[in-house]
Structures are given as structure tokens and as C-alpha cells.
């Protein structure tokens, strides 16, 4: 591994063996949100999530500050995003004929970000609760429109801790979310949560993705990569609300009482270069 400097900032932990440029990063400086840079996602599978909201990231001492709270009788949480796909239309009813259509795709809006290739990396210290979990990944804006990822992009599970201290699996998913999905996971380790920062990369290549924590390889795969562009998230979700009751479990309860943050020092994506 091989260190990049960034002024006033921790330096990044990069692969050895190539050569990179800085072409896109959120350092988090200031006291607010760049939304040039970042959207909230509030809707999954087409419609209004109610675990999700745009009021859960706070900007402070250079760090984006996730939280888990209360609101209108809900525990919540916030997921940041630098495109959209069809998760973040509502779905809308299409007359057609004499029949109504569920058409899931609407007009989208316009990607803030979106990369190909190159290596993506967080510097972020988990949550310290159960009852919520963080992710640090990539989505593709039209995933699942085919079955093959060159064409229609693939999800990446850079980072997701499901429990403090757990680093899960890293994943990818491609074929959609529906009976076409496949999944490929590799690596998963634990790492300290009481105050430590951790990194988290992807170096995602014409050919392979290759994980790392902390500057050392978890994990590669070298089948269903996407060849688009695809776009960052950085996300928590309140545990309980993918069951069937839809309901925070007691964790997520006592951790949104408990003050608990998932922080996040920087994003960053490079370019490989010769």
C-alpha cells in the first residue's frame, strides 16, 4: 500500500502497483451538506420509505454526521446519494388503453456523479450501537434493465456493518432485485468501533474488483463486473423496517435515544493512470 496526501486532511491508503489522480472527493469541510455533490435517497423500490429521512446528516468538524432519531413517530435515518435510478421514482399508475399500467421508470433526475473504473474509497468510524447499520457503496443508474452488468451496471457493497464492529461481506449484485438477481460475496472481517476511523476501498478495473480495508485486500471478484458509470451512496437504515411488520426492533429503539453516529471523514475516487 501507498500513501496519497491531501492537505489538512488524512491521507489516502492506495494499492501499490499503479498509479492514481484524484478526480473526485467530499472532504466534508464547512458546515453544510454540499448538494452539489449529494442528494438524499427517500424512496426504495419505487415508493416513499418511512425509516428515510433528509434530515438525518449533519457537516462538522470535517466530518458528514449520520444519526439515528425520531421523527413523526418513526426511527430514522438518512442515505446519501450522487445519482438516482428507478428506486427514487414513485411509482405512478399509466392509463394504457382501457387498463392501468404500474410503470416503475419515471422521468429521473439528473446524475450529480457518476464514474467508471478507478478506486473508490471512505474514511469513516462505524456506529458503536446495535439496531442500525452503515453501507459505503455503488449503484448503477439503470440496474437490472438487462441481465448483463457491461451493459445495465451492477450494485458494489464497498462497506456494510450490520453490527458494531462487523464488517460484512462485501457484495455484488447484478440482474436487478427481483428473480435475475445474482450475488457474489467475498472477505468480511471485524474492526475496532470505539473511536478509530477506518478506510474502505473498491479498485474497480475493466476486469475485477478487488476490496480492501484499511489499505489491505479482503476480497476480489472477477466475474459480473460493470462496465457504466455508476454513482456513490453512503447510507444507514434502521433495523426492522425490511421485516414484515415494518417496525424498528428494541435496538434501533435504544439506539436512537442513545445519541450513537456513524461519521464520515472523507469520500474520494481516483483515476488509474499510466
Sequence with gaps: MKY???KDHAPSILPDGYNFELVWSDEFDGDMLDTTKWDYRLCMM???HQAWTDKGVKVENGCAIFSIFEENGEIVSSQLQTGYNFMDEPVKPTKFGNSFLQWPIGKLKENKYTHKYG???CRCRLQKQKGWWSAFWLQSPNIGSTLDPKMSGSEVDIME????GDVHPHNVFTGGYGQDMQ???VGGMEVEVN???H???LLWTENEYIFYVDGVEDGRVDKNVSAVPQFILISTETQGYRHERHRPTEE???ASKSGDTFLVDYVRVFDIVK
Design 4 to 6: 496519497y496526501e491531501v
Design 46 to 48: 419505487g415508493k416513499r
Design 119 to 121: 478506486y473508490y474509497e
Design 161 to 164: 456493518s450490520f453490527y458494531p
Design 183 to 185: 450475488r457474489i460475496k
Design 195 to 197: 473511536d478509530e476511523f
Design 199 to 201: 478506510t474502505f476501498g
Design 252 to 254: 434501533a429503539i435504544a
